[in-house]
């Protein structure tokens, strides 16, 4: 597999040179009898800094696609679920293993919030499976961030395909067709987002440099296969349509623009913190951020807690104490959490929605108040979160299922 990179760049590429057409984007003849087909990821009208989208040369247009019919998949759930929630924190264990399920049939969610008619919040799924898909999806409602925590997926699009296994990311745009395929039991976490398409945070007094670095992202080469499947499935404001396209999707040789899929490897993160004293906010692990109309407060942000040193002199080093009018959804690819050494496990999960307490272990809390202090390297650990400024609500199959531990707030095991 081959990728181009930069974050966002007006990327182009063909599977045989002389296909992209030089000064226009739809001219009256293209080469192969290819059509030209736009896809706009935001408004025409948006402001160029933010405008994305992408124009594709392929065999056949989308419009062949037939008409869809209803279908569903139980497991999935989609916003706006009901109210009244429990405010409680709660945590989960890895999802039962289950056997012969797509990637698709294998998403159970555990939370939403907001509302794609409105453009703004998210859902939140684990996903496992150990079956490729025999159809396409199209996800119209969201932008979809995939986290593999066992297992690889190879992911093909429209516009590409992208490998990504633990410690990758992959980030499917709203609207773009794509299917999974596995060669093993794979499992992971995969986040809907409803809201602005994530982009950089600003690094404001950080500097020029600093955090996910643009030329980390990676995004795929044009790829033809016009063997491939044919069915699609839809998810259209909640719901899930199938329909048969008649061709095979993958029928784009060029492409040229800056709507497309890409993937970052987590470990690339240039990772901040103090060299001094205190704990930095955990703002400074933010890899990608969904703004929303409310300057410096996100739709969404995605924030990862990798590999590090710790230096601070006279501090408290695991993550303090905290009570956040945001809502923290956190998931662990592998290793340890520092804040948590027991029961928060690779696969599993936890949710400290707004203003609910949460923090260290009293196990961590009392070890890490009395030792004495020298420079540390946090290894093998990698952990991450996404926060919202809208309240997360839990399934109820989250709720109770066995996968869910009532026991979590060990913090409470005080005297």
């Not at 998403?107 to 919040?121: E, K, L, M, N, R």
């Not at 440099?209 to 404001?237: M, Q, W, Y």
């Not at 961590?364 to 926060?387: D, I, Q, R, W």
């Amino acid at each position: 597999m081959t990728y181009q990179t930069g974050f966002r760049n007006e990327f182009q590429t063909e599977v045989k040179t002389g296909i992209l057409p030089v000064g226009q984007n739809a001219p009256q003849k293209l080469p192969e009898g290819l059509i030209a087909e736009q896809i706009s990821g935001t408004a025409f009208t948006a402001p160029r800094a933010n405008n994305f989208r992408t124009w594709v040369y392929r065999k056949y247009p989308s419009v062949i696609q037939g008409a869809p019919v209803q279908t569903s998949f139980p497991s999935w759930k989609t916003a706006p679920l009901p109210t009244g929630q429990t405010p409680l924190q709660l945590r989960w264990n890895p999802v039962p293993s289950l056997k012969d399920l797509s990637f698709l049939e294998g998403i159970q969610t555990y939370v939403a919030t907001g509302d794609p008619h409105s453009f703004s919040g998210s859902a939140i799924h684990a996903y496992q499976c150990d079956r490729s898909m025999d159809c396409f999806f199209q996800n119209s409602d969201a932008e979809m961030v995939i986290l593999p925590e066992q297992g690889s997926l190879i992911i093909f699009t429209e516009l590409g395909k992208l490998e990504i296994s633990p410690g990758f990311l992959g980030v499917i745009p709203r609207g773009i067709l794509f299917r999974v395929e596995v060669q093993s039991y794979s499992r992971g976490y995969v986040c809907e987002n409803y809201g602005q398409p994530f982009t950089l945070p600003e690094l404001g007094p950080i500097g020029a440099n600093g955090l996910a670095h643009s030329r980390d992202f990676e995004t795929p080469c044009a790829f033809v296969d016009l063997k491939a499947p044919t069915d699609i499935i839809t998810k259209f404001d909640g719901s899930f349509w199938k329909s048969e396209r008649k061709k095979s999707p993958l029928d784009v040789y060029a492409w040229h623009g800056n709507y497309a899929p890409y993937r970052y490897h987590l470990l690339r993160f240039n990772t901040m913190g103090t060299v001094s004293v205190d704990h930095p906010d955990p703002s400074i692990y933010t890899v990608l951020t969904s703004p929303s109309s409310i300057p410096g407060t996100a739709n969404m942000d995605f924030v990862i807690f990798p590999w590090r040193w710790l230096v601070g002199e006279n501090t408290f080093r695991p993550p303090y104490y905290h009570r956040n009018v945001m809502s923290e959804f956190m998931g662990l690819i592998h290793g340890e959490y520092d804040a948590k050494k027991k029961g928060f496990v690779p696969g599993g999960a936890s949710l400290h929605n707004c203003m609910q307490p949460h923090g260290p272990s009293r196990e961590v809390f009392e070890k890490e108040s009395t030792k004495e202090l020298a420079p540390e390297k946090l290894e093998n650990t990698l952990a991450f979160m996404f926060e919202s400024q809208t309240i997360y609500r839990t399934t109820a199959e989250a709720q109770k299922t066995p996968w869910i531990q009532s026991d979590y707030l060990d913090c409470w095991k005080w005297d």
